[in-house]
Every structure is written in C-alpha cells, then in structure tokens.
C-alpha cells in the first residue's frame, strides 16, 4: 500500500516485536471493514442489532476493569522532566520504551496485526495530519473508520514525507498494573497497552488530537484545543463562527449541537455543528484564526442522552454506530441506557453481560446501572442533522470568538468579554468548574482546568500559556474576542436560574453582536458584562431582576477567586507568563 521507507521499517520493526499469525493494511474499503464486523460479530467481540430499527449499528463490551482513560497511567515521555511540566505525569523515554517493548513483546502470536493509516482532518488539507495505528483490535479498527478518514488515499497523502504520527497498541491481557498509555512527543510517538476501552486506544482521539498535536502546534505555531467548533447563521443567511471550551459535565456536545428556541428558529436563526470535541488552528492567508475539526465522528456520553437534552446527538446514533457498554434490549435487540427514556426495557442484559430489568434499579447505587455511567457511542459525523457544509472542506472556517466556561454557582456572571487578548488568556488560564455529585469527592469543590486543557497539554502548560500569548501577538487585531459563559448560576437553593440548553443561543447572539460592533457592556473589575436589556429573554418565562442578578459582578466573592488563582499558579513556578501575573495584580486592584 506505501514505499514510505520509514512507514515500512517502522511497521516490520513492530511486526518482529509482536509477532503476529497475520498481516492485514485496512484500506478503508467498505467490503473490508464489512469483512472485519462479520468476523467481530463471530467472535462475540460485537452484537449485531437490529437492522430495521438500528441499520449498521453494533454493540460492544469492555472488561469490567477497563472501562475509562486513565490519567494516572497516562505519561508524557520526554528528554527533560521540566518539559512534561507539574499537570503531568512524566517518564524517561527511553525507559519507558524499554518498559513498554517488553510488556508488549510477543502478544500478537495468534493475532492479526491491523495497521490503520488515518488522516485527523480531511485528507489533504493544510490544516490535517497523519498518523498510523498498528492494533490487536477489530473494535478499534473500525471506530477508527468513524472516526477519523483511514485508507489508502491516506498513504498516497503522505508519500514520502515523514511527518507522521506512529500510534501503536497492544490490548496484552487487559491488565490494569500493566497499562500504560504513552506520549512521546519528542518522536511524534504514541504507545498504549492493556487496555480496549476507546479513550486509551483510538489514538487518534486524545493522545494524538490533544497531547501530541498541542506539542506539535507549539512547535510549528498553531494551536490543538480542546473545543467544540460551531457556526451562528443568522436571519440574513450570514455565518459566524466560534470555538468553545467546556470542562467535562458542563454541556459541550449540547452546546455544539444546540437547537434554537422555537422564537429564533422562527426569525431564521440556526447552528451548524462543524465539531463538538476538538479544534485545530491556525492563522490563514489574510491573518485570522481558521479551525478545522480533525475528527470525522463523535465519541460521545450515552446516559443522559436524549432527544430533550440534545436531539441531534441522539439522531447521529440512529445508524452506523458502535455502542460501548450500554444494555441490551433483548425485546427488540436495541440499546438503552439511563436517561435515555422513562421506559427501561422489561428484558435487557446490562454492560457487565448479566440480566437486567428495571427492579434492579437503585438510583443512589451506580452498580445497579444497565448502562455503565461512562458508556459511549461512536457515531459518523455525517450522521448528525446540524452538521456543517464546511465539516469536510478542510478549509477550515474563520473563528470570530473564543469562548470559556465552567460549572459556578455564585462566583462567574452568565457572560462576560476579557478586555482583551492577553486578558483572555488568563480567563482562560484559571478556568475553573465547581464538582457535581457525578465526580468523585465532595461536591461544590472548585478544580482548575486551564482552557479545559489540563489532562492532554502535551507540555508545560506555562509554556502552553506563553504559546496562546504568542498566538495573539501574531494575530494582532484580528485575533477572536475571548469570552467566558456560565450557564450554571443558582439560587440559595440551589435551583438553576438561567435555562440553558437552546435558550444559550440568546447569550451566543450577543457574543456576535459584541464581535461585530453591535452591542453594548458595561465594564466591571473582571470584564465587560452586557446590559441586561441586550439579553433577548421574549418568550422566555424570566423576569429582568433575575437575569441582571446572575450578571452580576461580586467583588467579595471575586477577591476569593482572586486568591485562588494565586494559589494555582503558584505550581507553573518560573513558567508562569509574566503577563499573567500582570493581569492578576491588575484584577485585584480593580476589585480594590
């Protein structure tokens, strides 16, 4: 399939470390990918369902002890420690190769050795990359076929070149002592063993969209985040778009997602999903910021997912789609997970393959579960109904805002812009969420979670700060206005006070509208807060003084903050930006 000379030394280098029964090159054909679920289903490794209800859908199942990405078996592997930074876990590369190698020897024998050239982007785009997965796992080739662009088409890309990103897994025995998921981004080099669970194996996803492609974009002077890309058309047919980043439990696939409330949907408003995950970044011809979505399908939550909550996720699953631990229908042979409806099946086996049905259910008991809490779908992003005519142009599209958000109950306003470039980097720097009783540990505990960024900078993140602020120094004045939104302000009750889900769209229009000129805000210690009247609330059962309460600037709560940012950047030491410490010495005298 290639005469790429490193691509085959590399591939027969690993060849004589596993020692496989066979070979096989996936070449992105549907009558092969058919072959390998044909073989899956035979195994057991997938069920077939049903094919009226659910066509070309699967379901799998994990082993009980592999069932999530685990950030304390998760390394950055480079020459210096310093480089890894105080956010990661650090190894010697060259140890950990060794520990690796040897873990991984010989446990092919009796295996087919998969290698999947894929491309994390649209095959040929500027802003794309390429990578090879050498796997034991059909279940990982053929969510690797979703998502991301696999085949030969990749390999006639790549020609010659060597810059690409050599991903190798090794499922062993599924131990959890023995696992290990490995960056080395030093070698654009990406190593997993002892685990099948989707977050730690499709190395396209995290390990090569996230750690090692932040590394590689801090190299070469673009940016890998962790946001979701979205388009706002408006009623004139125009399109702007933004990237966002979310922590995890704060709405990011409903956000890049989001139906508008029936008033704007009516006046001809409308989102277009280019991607709900991953954003890659760089400046273009005419010096704005252009994303791409380097993914090509959506590993999304299952429980909770619903067609209230966020319908076009939901749509996007309704074919072509493998399920990861969630139940079994066995009435209809479909699949079902909390949250999905208030009609659990009568008959069903759960996650862990056991009988299940609905007077097994302790709410209080996640064991109890029929779907496992982390239980995904992989779904083809051509499925979902609001995806972007842009998605596959490889163009990328222009982003006129940035936006960042987290999970706070008192302390952040609905919306605010950062005076600028500078300053929104450091919004983004101490983006913070408040834990729910979904996390483990206390509930209403603040985490840090820099641009959302904290598991999957591949460097030292005080080197990722000076990158964004290097970033913005190139773009100038056209660099995208930074926001941060709170969707999650409570009474003293603990009641939410701004709807969210489609309503968010109000709170996006005056986002473009201050981008374009068109809006006005008042300036208070943290940023620029809008008017209350410039939040379009028709139709909305919300009365003025509650929407100017949760915009509200308190400056005793903010003094706090203020204390705690301090406290959190204490741990980038000497790295720490200067300006950054600048912006947190200018927020503190704005509060007095």
């Not at 096989?24 to 679920?37: K, N, V």
């Not at 252009?290 to 619903?306: D, K, S």
Request: charged content about 25%.
């Amino acid at each position: 399939m290639t005469n790429n000379k490193q691509v085959l030394a590399w591939v027969e280098e690993m060849k004589n470390l596993v020692n496989p029964d066979k070979v096989m090159w996936i070449d992105g054909s549907e009558a092969q990918l058919d072959e390998l679920r044909a073989i899956a289903v035979k195994s057991g490794e997938l069920t077939k369902l049903n094919e009226e209800l659910l066509p070309g859908c699967y379901l799998h199942r994990t082993r009980q002890n592999d069932v999530a990405r685990v950030e304390d078996r998760t390394f950055i592997c480079t020459t210096k420690e310093e480089d890894a930074g105080p956010t990661n876990h650090w190894y010697d590369p060259a140890e950990m190769y060794k520990k690796l190698y040897n873990i991984a020897r010989g446990t092919y024998q009796g295996r087919t050795m998969y290698i999947i050239p894929f491309s994390m982007g649209p095959i040929g785009s500027p802003l794309a990359k390429i990578g090879l997965e050498i796997t034991d796992s059909i279940y990982v080739v053929l969510n690797m076929a979703i998502m991301t662009r696999v085949g030969q088409k990749v390999l006639d890309t790549l020609g010659d070149s060597n810059d690409w990103v050599r991903g190798f897994h090794a499922s062993c025995d599924i131990d959890p002592e023995n696992r290990y998921i490995c960056q080395f981004p030093e070698d654009n080099t990406i190593i997993s063993v002892n685990s099948a669970y989707g977050g730690n194996v499709l190395l396209g996803k995290k390990c090569f969209a996230l750690r090692i492609a932040s590394y590689q974009g801090w190299k070469e002077g673009w940016m890998a985040e962790h946001m979701l890309i979205l388009g706002l058309q408006n009623p004139k047919g125009e399109v702007k778009y933004v990237a966002a980043a979310f922590p995890s439990a704060c709405g990011k696939t409903n956000l890049a997602m989001l139906i508008p409330p029936k008033y704007l949907q009516e006046k001809g408003y409308k989102i277009w999903t280019v991607g709900d995950d991953i954003a890659w970044m760089r400046i273009g011809a005419d010096g704005r910021l252009y994303a791409i979505n380097p993914e090509n399908g959506f590993f999304g939550v299952a429980p909770g997912t619903n067609e209230k909550s966020n319908f076009n996720a939901l749509e996007s699953t309704k074919k072509n789609t493998i399920f990861t631990n969630v139940a079994l229908n066995t009435d209809n042979n479909t699949v079902w997970w909390e949250g999905l409806d208030k009609n659990p099946p009568e008959n069903a086996i759960d996650w862990k393959g056991n009988p299940w049905n609905p007077s097994m259910f302790v709410k209080a008991d996640k064991s109890t579960y029929a779907a496992h809490p982390n239980s995904r779908f992989t779904a083809p992003a051509v499925n979902c109904p609001c995806i972007s005519e842009e998605f596959d142009k490889g163009a990328g599209v222009p982003i006129s805002a940035i936006i960042f958000g987290g999970r706070r109950a008192k302390c952040t306003p609905l919306v605010y812009q950062s005076k600028n470039w500078e300053n929104g980097v450091f919004v983004g720097s101490a983006m913070a969420s408040e834990t729910t009783a979904a996390a483990a540990g206390a509930v209403g505990v603040v985490r840090r979670d820099p641009m959302a960024m904290l598991p999957f900078c591949g460097y030292h993140m005080g080197d990722y700060f000076q990158h964004w602020l290097d970033m913005g120094k190139k773009l100038g004045d056209k660099a995208p206005k930074i926001f941060n939104v709170n969707w999650f302000r409570t009474d003293d009750e603990g009641n939410f006070l701004w709807p969210g889900f489609g309503d968010n769209m109000r709170v996006l229009n005056w986002i473009i509208d201050r981008c374009e000129g068109k809006a006005d805000a008042t300036e208070t210690a943290i940023g620029y807060v809008p008017k209350a009247e410039d939040i379009d609330l028709t139709d909305l059962d919300m009365d003025m003084d509650t929407l100017k309460s949760i915009l509200t600037v308190d400056a005793e709560t903010w003094k706090k903050e203020a204390a705690e940012i301090e406290e959190h950047y204490k741990k980038f030491g000497d790295k720490l930006p200067a300006e950054l410490k600048n912006q947190l010495a200018t927020l503190k005298a704005n509060l007095g």
